[in-house]
Structures are given as C-alpha cells and as structure tokens.
C-alpha cells in the first residue's frame, strides 16, 4: 500500500493516471477518493460555504482503580455531559448534592463561555476501561491539550486513577462546510465527499445506505462507454444531486439563523 501523490487525466481523456508515493501507476477510467477527509485535497469544493467547524475527541484504553464506584461497570455510558472537569476537589463529585455545584449551582455550561464536551465510557473487563471526552461540535475546533486536561480533572474528580495507559486515541472530524464541485473528473465517496452529519459527526451509516446506489450509477456510466468526464458527472449528479445540495444549503442557512 501507498498514498496517492498525484492524479491527473490523460491527454485523450479517457483515462486518469494515478501516481503513489511509491513510485507506483495506475490508470483507470473512473478513480473515486475514499480515504477520508485526507483526500481533499485531491478536490475542489464550492465556494463561498461557511467555514468547517469541527469534532474533536482524546481517548484512552487505560487500567484504572475506582471505576465500579464511579459508573456502571456493566453498561456503557454515553454522553456525560456533567462539568466535573471544573470547580471540584479529587473525589469530591461523587458527594456532590444537587444543586450545590460551585458552578452556578448544578454546574450547566450556560454558566460559563466554556465549550461543551461530554465523556464517553467503555468498560472492557477487569479492571480495563476506554475513556473519551469529547466535543461534539465547535468553531474552531477544541484543542486536544483542553480535552485530555477535562478527562484528567473529569477523572479525578470521580476518584477514578489512571494506573496504566494502554493506547491514546485522537479524533478530529470537519463537519460541515463546502461540497465538491459535481464537474470535477475525481469523484469521491464518504467523509472524502461530506458525507458527514453536519451536527453529529457521524459518516458511516450514510456511506452505507449510499453505496449501493453510488455502484450502480458508476456501473451504469461506465458502461455507457463515455470519457472521463462524462463517467465522473454521472457518479457526481447520483451523489450530489442539485436538490440533497440544496437541502445542506437550507440546513446551513438554519444553523447560521440559530447561531
């Protein structure tokens, strides 16, 4: 395996060449980018779209002390959005009564100019746990040093100790933001192409209720027997056609009246 360098379509148009850091080359009728947002750069977007915000999130897989005190260790958690991160003594938030936050009483985050984030909670048996705080969406985007120092306050305020830290895990997702241009001779597939929920984050359960029609119409235009232009528009009008970019323009326009 190897990155995609460069690509470009060959003088008669009929095929794209694709060179790799390897030094390898490829030629094809139809090339599609499916290697997440990293492959951007190979495309052109709209102009004129709000700027990316993004989702950012820093994970361990750690073995701790005090976690059965501190959660369930038989379920997931998900979404704690509780500001244990701040304003608390070690130990102290698991004694907290109602109301009594330092915070502004039960420590909402209407309270402060600080930006939200939330834990996510995976135990894994023993004594081994995955910890994630995450922000779900933010311009710009919240640092990871911010997030590892709430997990690490978060943790601490639970009395939940770190003893071992296994593996680290940095997430960061664009959301939002400009479409490719549907007349490029590129195409693309998944986070690639901005099939990313614009408050969620998510990508994957789009990219598989997509794929199948995605195929078909690469299928179709390939054995229509055209160029690589005429095959490339085809896959982009089933993707992005006019009315779903229409629909992310509406949304935008709501998102940018709410804020």
Not at 34 to 52: H, I, K, N, T, W
Not at 92 to 100: D, F, K, Q, Y
Request: glycine share 8%.
């Amino acid at each position: 395996a190897a990155a995609v360098e460069a690509n470009e379509v060959a003088p008669d148009g009929l095929t794209t060449n694709v060179t790799c850091s390897s030094g390898a080359q490829f030629s094809s009728r139809l090339v599609t980018l499916a290697s997440g947002q990293a492959a951007g750069r190979f495309l052109l977007y709209e102009a004129g779209a709000p700027a990316v915000a993004a989702q950012t999130a820093y994970g361990i897989e750690a073995e701790v002390q005090g976690y059965c005190d501190a959660y369930d260790p038989a379920s997931m958690l998900f979404m704690d959005y509780r500001r244990h991160h701040s304003g608390l003594w070690d130990g102290a938030a698991r004694h907290l009564e109602p109301g009594s936050h330092p915070n502004s009483g039960e420590g909402l985050w209407g309270s402060s100019e600080e930006v939200p984030s939330f834990l996510y909670a995976m135990p894994l048996g023993g004594n081994r746990v995955f910890l994630e705080e995450t922000c779900l969406v933010a311009k710009p985007a919240l640092p990871f040093a911010v997030l590892k120092r709430r997990l690490e306050r978060r943790l601490a305020a639970m009395n939940v100790t770190v003893t071992k830290v296994h593996e680290e895990e940095w997430s960061y997702i664009p959301v939002g933001g400009p479409l490719p241009v549907g007349d490029q001779p590129i195409t693309a597939f998944g986070a690639a192409a901005n099939l990313v929920h614009p408050a969620t984050g998510f990508s994957v359960s789009r990219s598989l209720r997509q794929a199948p029609e995605f195929a078909a119409a690469a299928a179709a235009a390939l054995a229509a027997g055209g160029n690589v232009q005429q095959v490339s528009s085809a896959v982009w009008q089933q993707l992005w056609s006019k009315e779903r970019r229409q629909q992310v323009r509406d949304s935008a326009d709501v998102a940018c009246v709410c804020s």
